[in-house]
């Protein structure tokens, strides 16, 4: 989940863009008049056995796994920005361990769930637990947790920095505020990723990106870039002078900045 800076000097902000993933798809959401109508899938005291229904490989060691709720009435219930817990074993057998996990689903579909989840073959728990789980099998989720309330026009400008996987929080805070029709939040995302190949939910961030009718901004930016890549987006780490130039400033009142990826981007 990320972490939301409304105060912060721009030194600090600086950035690792160290994951590798790809493509994009469409996500999944429905009427808040529906889903009004539906009970609560999950709880926040206890996990929930919830059944892989697909297990699709979207790019590089990188998954989106549809979860079934018991009912197919139940919705999420999730209110954002917030998270979810999912237990999963450890690889050495010792037993099992839980980490938080941000939906790319809208909050209110359904009868399911579905998460972006990416691989890390050598080192990952829950992660690689979660990308071998077979249709039929079931995953154990708890929540959901709120991070930080997400209401329109709440802030004039979100400035935002994603590395990888940290792209799934970043934008359940855009199409929430994007989906309100009385919201004027101006939102800007810098995505950090391996190289150009390695991005993936583009399809779907430029089609938020060209509905959004010019509220919505973002930056690509590349570990690096082949000759043959013709790339024309940023490359190298988020610098600060990339941070003073692309997303707004953060004051404390009006404008808060959003970071959300690896360690290294908070070690930086």
């Given at each position: 989940m990320f972490r939301s800076i409304s105060r912060i000097p721009t030194a600090r902000l600086l950035a690792a863009a160290s994951l590798s993933t790809a493509s994009g798809f469409g996500?999944?959401?429905?009427?808040?008049?529906?889903?009004?109508?539906?009970?609560?899938?999950?709880?926040?005291?206890?996990?929930?056995?919830?059944?892989?229904?697909?297990?699709e490989i979207v790019g590089q060691n990188v998954h989106k796994i549809t979860l079934d709720f018991p009912n197919n009435t139940d919705v999420l219930g999730m209110t954002t920005a917030g998270m979810l817990m999912v237990e999963g074993d450890k690889r050495d057998g010792s037993g099992v361990i839980a980490r938080p996990y941000t939906p790319v689903s809208r909050n209110d579909t359904v009868g399911k769930l579905e998460l972006v989840v990416k691989d890390y073959p050598t080192v990952g728990n829950?992660?690689?637990?979660?990308?071998?789980?077979?249709?039929g099998s079931t995953l154990s989720v708890k929540g959901c947790f709120t991070k930080i309330a997400v209401?329109?026009?709440?802030?004039?400008?979100?400035?935002?920095?994603?590395?990888?996987?940290?792209?799934?929080?970043?934008?359940?805070?855009?199409?929430?505020?994007?989906?309100?029709?009385?919201?004027?939040?101006?939102i800007t995302l810098i995505f950090c990723n391996k190289d150009p190949q390695a991005i993936f939910l583009k399809d779907h961030i430029d089609t938020?990106?060209?509905?959004?009718?010019?509220?919505?901004?973002?930056?690509?930016?590349v570990d690096k870039a082949g000759v043959t890549d013709f790339w024309r987006g940023l490359t190298g780490y988020v610098t600060p002078e990339m941070i003073t130039t692309h997303l707004p400033a953060a004051d404390?009142?009006?404008?808060?900045?959003?970071?959300?990826g690896p360690p290294p981007m908070y070690n930086a």
């Amino acid at each position: 989940m990320f972490r939301s800076i409304s105060r912060i000097p721009t030194a600090r902000l600086l950035a690792a863009a160290s994951l590798s993933t790809a493509s994009g798809f469409g996500l999944s959401g429905t009427t808040s008049t529906e889903a009004a109508k539906n009970n609560i899938a999950i709880s926040k005291s206890k996990f929930t056995p919830l059944t892989v229904s697909k297990n699709e490989i979207v790019g590089q060691n990188v998954h989106k796994i549809t979860l079934d709720f018991p009912n197919n009435t139940d919705v999420l219930g999730m209110t954002t920005a917030g998270m979810l817990m999912v237990e999963g074993d450890k690889r050495d057998g010792s037993g099992v361990i839980a980490r938080p996990y941000t939906p790319v689903s809208r909050n209110d579909t359904v009868g399911k769930l579905e998460l972006v989840v990416k691989d890390y073959p050598t080192v990952g728990n829950v992660s690689s637990h979660m990308c071998k789980a077979e249709v039929g099998s079931t995953l154990s989720v708890k929540g959901c947790f709120t991070k930080i309330a997400v209401e329109p026009n709440k802030w004039k400008k979100v400035g935002m920095i994603a590395g990888g996987s940290g792209i799934t929080p970043c934008l359940q805070v855009a199409e929430e505020l994007l989906s309100s029709p009385d919201d004027t939040t101006e939102i800007t995302l810098i995505f950090c990723n391996k190289d150009p190949q390695a991005i993936f939910l583009k399809d779907h961030i430029d089609t938020l990106v060209k509905k959004s009718k010019g509220r919505f901004t973002v930056h690509y930016c590349v570990d690096k870039a082949g000759v043959t890549d013709f790339w024309r987006g940023l490359t190298g780490y988020v610098t600060p002078e990339m941070i003073t130039t692309h997303l707004p400033a953060a004051d404390g009142a009006n404008n808060i900045i959003m970071v959300c990826g690896p360690p290294p981007m908070y070690n930086a």
